[in-house]
């Protein structure tokens, strides 16, 4: 069958200003998070990681959070641009040793108004 | 970035038929993954691979197969498809020599839809 109309989160922001995207996680034996960008016709494309030993990291433009106590992951995106508008997810690797695979969040919908 | 190559991109196929997705990389990467992507469920694990011997299940494994034929390649099936099976598929790629904890590569993604 179809699949029912899920909506994802979104968020709307003007060009310019900072925007927020957060992400709760489940497992608190995750050690590793990372966040992807996906523009509409492509693939999810890494913006930035973070492993459990930190609770911050900053890149070009953004800085990712992590709160282990309370299980929450965030992005900030900073001075938005349009060329920010996707879908953003954050994913996880749930367990440790060689048993490497990532597990993704539903995604937010990031829109920028110019 | 086609250093990961999912074909076809797009592909319509009938209830019952068997279907094949394809997957090659030229990353050198030894792990490969499949995730299917539905509207408002994220990106889900169908199968994944570490090397050419080894196939694991995903959270989502059945009605599908794999086979790692190469460390280059990794195609999907769909042994007789439904249209439940419509979605977005991706392949994707991770290198285990840069450590435990790193990121996978995604293709550009295959469009399927099962009428």
């Known amino acids: 069958g179809e699949n029912v109309g899920l909506h994802l989160p979104t968020l709307s922001v003007q060009e310019g200003d900072n925007s927020i995207i957060n992400c709760a996680y489940s497992n608190s034996a995750s050690d590793y998070f990372i966040w992807y960008k996906q523009e509409s016709g492509k693939g999810p494309q890494f913006i930035i990681d973070i492993r459990s030993n930190m609770d911050k990291r900053q890149g070009q433009r953004v800085t990712v959070l992590l709160n282990k106590t309370v299980k929450h992951l965030s992005l900030q995106i900073a001075a938005t641009q349009p060329g920010d508008s996707a879908v953003y997810f954050c994913?996880?690797?749930?367990?440790?040793?060689?048993?490497?695979?990532?597990?993704f969040g539903k995604g937010t919908l990031l829109t920028v108004n110019p | 970035d086609a250093d990961v190559t999912q074909t076809p991109r797009n592909r319509i196929t009938k209830t019952g038929k068997r279907i094949m997705l394809e997957c090659s990389q030229t990353?050198?990467?030894?792990?490969m993954y499949w995730y299917r992507q539905d509207p408002g469920l994220g990106l889900r694990l169908i199968y994944y691979s570490f090397d050419v011997k080894d196939i694991n299940k995903g959270e989502i494994s059945d009605g599908y197969s794999v086979s790692r034929q190469a460390q280059a390649k990794f195609s999907l099936s769909l042994e007789s498809a439904i249209p439940n099976q419509t979605a977005l598929y991706f392949c994707?790629?991770?290198?285990?020599?840069?450590?435990?904890?790193?990121?996978?590569?995604f293709g550009q993604g295959t469009r399927l839809t099962v009428v």
């Open positions: 994707a790629t991770s290198d285990s020599r840069t450590g435990l904890n790193t990121e996978a590569f």
């Open positions: 990353k050198g990467h030894d792990r």
């Open positions: 994913a996880e690797n749930r367990s440790g040793g060689s048993n490497y695979k990532l597990t």
